[in-house]
């Protein structure tokens, strides 16, 4: 069975930092591009970063999320450093897709986890 599990949310102050987790069970997360999505309330859920045989960010995170992948463990990480109150959301880790083309589009993605919640506040 196909599961990916998000983990590692929770309260963070703006200039902190915090790592999610995207753990896969039932397929080998490497042979696909892996996406992470959030989502706030009353707004549209938007791609954030894609790793594949690349990486790519969504500007407003540039320099400030980096997306890594341990295919030991069949995980992709998410860090977040110095978060802004914006960053707040329902984080979404998703795949299916072989590589990160079209990666903001979110119907490319075929499997998805529950999301973990991230609130930056001081």
């Known amino acids: 069975q196909v599961q990916l599990v998000e983990s590692g949310g929770g309260l963070v102050q703006p200039g902190g930092s915090l790592t999610l987790s995207c753990a896969a069970s039932?397929?080998?997360?490497?042979?696909?591009?892996t996406t992470w999505f959030r989502q706030a309330p009353g707004q549209e859920r938007e791609a954030v970063s894609c790793?594949?045989?690349?990486?790519y960010y969504r500007d407003s995170v540039k320099g400030r999320f980096t997306i890594s992948r341990d295919n030991a463990k069949n995980t992709v990480y998410l860090t977040i450093n110095d978060p802004k109150p914006e960053d707040t959301a329902v984080y979404f880790c998703?795949?299916?897709?072989?590589?990160?083309?079209?990666?903001?589009?979110?119907?490319?993605?075929?499997?998805w986890g529950k999301g973990t919640q991230v609130t930056v506040s001081a």
């Open positions: 998703a795949t299916g897709p072989s590589l990160c083309y079209e990666w903001l589009n979110s119907r490319m993605y075929s499997y």
């Open positions: 790793i594949a045989t690349t990486t």
């Open positions: 039932g397929f080998t997360l490497g042979n696909y591009a």
